[in-house]
C-alpha cells in the first residue's frame, strides 16, 4: 500500500461499485473555529490529494437548539472550492431519535442544507427507540436506496450481534444491508474492532471505518483541549493521559508525531476501509498523509507492537461494543 503527496489508496465500499479513499475528513467542532478562507484552502487540498470523502453528519437531531450548522458550513466551504458533486463523495447521518415513518425527512433537510439532491454514505446513529424492529430500519435505509438517496449505508458503534442482524433480515429480503460501521479505534481502544465478534464479521466481507481515533486530540501528544470532545465509554483517556509522555517518547524514537503514529496504528487493521480525521491545519492534513509512509517504513506487525503498551481497554470492554 502506497501513497505520494497527490494521492491515497482507494478502497471498495460494499457491493455497489463505489470506491472511497482510505482517509475521509470529519467536520466535527472544526469548520466553527477556522477562518473561511483557510476551511476551503484545507478542503480544496485535501480534495487534491485525494481525501475526498467528507463526514459532515450533524450530532443533533432536528429542532435542537442551538441547531447545529456544520453542514451549512461545508455546504459554502465546498462551493467555494468550485470543485463538481461528482468529484467528492459526502457522508451523512441520520438518527433513530427522529425516525419517523423512516428517515427519509431527516435526510433531505440535511442534504438541503449541504446543498445536494443525495448523498454517498448514510451512517445511521445510535439506537435510542425501543419502539422500532430491526426490520423496521433495515426496510427504512433500503427506501433510501431505492428512491436514489444514497449508494451505501453503516451504522455508528452499533453491537455485532445488531449488525448481524441488519445483514441477515437484508439478506433475506434482497435488500442492500450496512456495509461498513464507524467504529472507535485508537491506540488505546481497540478491544471491540480487534476481538470477536466483530471478527467474525470482518471474515464475511464487512468493514469499518475508523472514528475519534485521537482521543478527542489526547494521541496528538495535547493535554490541555479546548474544544468538545465525543464521549469517553470507559473512560479510556484517564488512563491514556498517564502514559501519554511515554507514547510521545515512542512515536520521537520513530521520527513521527503522536498524531501521525496514532493514525498510521488504524491503518494497519486489515478490515479497515477508511480513517475518519479531523483537521483546522495543512499542516495537519500533511501529516496524516504521511502514515501510510510510516506504517511501511516501519512495518505493521512492528508498528502495533511498539504501541501495545497504551492499548487502556485491553480485557475490559463488552466484546458486543457499545
Known amino acids: 500500500m502506497t501513497t505520494t503527496a497527490s494521492t491515497v489508496p482507494v478502497r471498495a465500499l460494499g457491493d455497489s461499485g463505489i470506491r472511497i479513499p482510505a482517509l475521509a475528513l470529519g467536520s466535527w467542532h472544526t469548520y ?7 476551511a476551503v484552502e484545507l478542503v480544496g487540498t485535501a480534495i487534491e490529494r485525494g481525501v475526498n470523502l467528507f463526514d459532515v453528519g450533524v450530532y443533533g437531531i432536528p429542532g435542537m437548539q ?3 450548522i ?4 461545508f455546504s459554502a466551504i465546498i462551493r467555494a472550492t468550485g470543485v463538481a458533486r461528482e468529484d467528492w463523495l459526502l457522508s451523512e447521518k441520520v438518527w433513530t431519535d427522529a425516525y419517523d415513518d423512516g428517515f427519509r425527512g431527516q435526510l433531505e433537510g440535511a442534504l438541503f442544507r449541504v446543498g445536494t439532491d443525495r448523498t454517498d454514505l448514510i451512517v445511521l446513529g445510535d439506537i435510542h427507540r425501543d419502539d422500532l424492529t430491526m426490520h423496521d430500519i433495515a426496510s427504512a435505509m433500503q427506501e433510501l436506496i431505492a428512491e436514489g438517496l444514497t449508494t451505501e449505508w453503516g451504522v455508528n458503534n452499533w453491537s455485532a450481534s445488531n449488525i448481524a442482524e441488519l445483514r441477515r433480515i437484508a439478506a433475506e429480503e434482497g435488500w442492500t444491508g450496512p456495509a461498513f460501521a464507524q467504529l472507535k479505534y485508537s491506540v488505546a481502544r481497540r478491544s471491540i474492532p480487534d476481538g470477536e465478534p466483530f471478527a467474525t464479521l470482518f471474515a464475511d466481507g464487512f468493514v469499518f471505518e475508523a472514528s475519534d481515533c485521537l482521543e478527542g486530540g489526547y494521541l496528538s501528544g495535547r493535554t490541555d483541549l479546548t474544544r468538545e470532545v465525543g464521549r469517553d465509554p ?3 483517556r484517564a488512563a491514556l493521559l498517564r502514559d501519554l509522555p511515554d507514547y ?3 512515536a520521537e524514537s520513530m521520527g513521527t508525531s503522536p498524531a501521525q503514529l496514532a493514525i498510521a496504528f488504524t491503518l494497519t487493521h486489515p478490515a479497515n476501509v477508511t480513517t475518519l480525521f479531523g483537521a483546522t491545519r495543512l499542516s495537519q492534513l500533511d501529516d496524516n498523509l504521511a502514515a501510510f509512509e510510516l506504517v511501511e517504513r516501519i512495518g505493521a506487525d512492528s508498528l502495533r507492537a511498539a504501541v501495545d503498551p497504551f492499548w487502556v481497554d485491553k480485557g475490559i470492554v463488552d466484546p458486543e461494543g457499545p
Open 32 to 38: 466553527d473555529r477556522m477562518d473561511f478562507e483557510k
Open 66 to 68: 442551538p441547531p447545529a
Open 70 to 73: 456544520t453542514d451549512v458550513l
Open 234 to 236: 470507559g473512560e479510556v
Open 248 to 250: 510521545v517518547a515512542v
